[in-house]
């Protein structure tokens, strides 16, 4: 099964590139084996927030077994020799409270500053608002001044992590009225 509320859609990327945004589904492992094998360290260490030399090939088959009752994804792809490539995703996982859930995203360095990024959270904020969820909350390293610059467009409030001084929570509710100055 795929992420509810989803459709394909191919996106032109800033610098004239095109993705095609789609659900992730359970069978996309290998893909997504290789698109964390495409990760520089420094990018891995921003998602993971600490250094991550192997994928956790347990953790993603959690996590891939969850669609589409408890997460979504969104992956961006490209054409490749063996058919597609992962350069993006993002994904929300309902944690205990049916009505929240925590988001990440990530981009392979290739399409960085592209606005891969900006396009995945709208795509994924959209899909959780079509699952009728009421927050979005992620975590996130002071040191990623790009993703909290990119959650700040998006408004998503930030404060400190009360218990990691290094970690920002971003939190985004999806049932108040849109700000348009604040997405300017």
Same mark, same amino acid.
């Given at each position: 099964?795929?992420? /509810?509320?989803? $459709?394909?859609?191919?996106?032109?990327?800033?610098?004239? !590139?095109?993705? !095609?945004?789609?659900?992730?589904?359970?069978?996309?492992?290998?893909?997504?084996?290789?698109?964390?094998?495409?990760?520089?360290?420094?990018?891995?260490?921003?998602?993971?927030?600490?250094?991550?030399?192997?994928?956790?090939?347990?953790?993603?088959?959690?996590?891939?077994?969850?669609? /589409?009752?408890?997460?979504?994804?969104?992956? +961006?792809?490209?054409?490749?020799?063996?058919?597609?490539?992962?350069?993006? *995703?993002?994904?929300?996982?309902? *944690?205990?409270?049916?009505?929240?859930?925590?988001?990440?995203?990530?981009?392979?360095?290739?399409?960085?500053?592209?606005?891969?990024?900006?396009?995945?959270?709208?795509?994924?904020?959209?899909?959780?608002?079509? !699952?009728?969820?009421?927050?979005?909350?992620?975590?996130?390293?002071?040191? $990623?001044?790009?993703?909290?610059?990119? +959650?700040?467009?998006? *408004?998503?409030?930030?404060? +400190?992590?009360?218990?990691?001084?290094?970690?920002?929570?971003? !939190?985004?509710?999806?049932?108040?009225?849109?700000?348009?100055? +604040?997405?300017?």
């Amino acid at each position: 099964m795929s992420s /509810p509320s989803f $459709n394909d859609t191919d996106v032109v990327l800033r610098d004239g !590139r095109a993705v !095609r945004l789609r659900a992730m589904h359970c069978s996309d492992e290998g893909e997504l084996l290789q698109f964390f094998e495409r990760l520089d360290p420094e990018t891995r260490y921003m998602r993971f927030m600490h250094l991550v030399s192997k994928p956790d090939v347990k953790r993603l088959r959690r996590v891939l077994a969850f669609i /589409p009752e408890r997460c979504t994804g969104i992956v +961006a792809t490209i054409p490749a020799d063996d058919g597609i490539d992962v350069v993006g *995703g993002s994904s929300l996982m309902i *944690g205990q409270d049916p009505a929240n859930c925590e988001f990440a995203v990530t981009v392979t360095a290739a399409y960085a500053r592209t606005g891969l990024g900006h396009t995945l959270m709208s795509a994924l904020i959209a899909a959780a608002k079509a !699952r009728g969820l009421v927050e979005m909350e992620g975590f996130v390293l002071r040191a $990623n001044t790009a993703m909290l610059r990119l +959650a700040n467009r998006l *408004g998503f409030t930030t404060s +400190a992590d009360p218990e990691d001084f290094s970690v920002v929570i971003c !939190r985004l509710r999806l049932d108040a009225p849109v700000d348009r100055l +604040a997405q300017a």
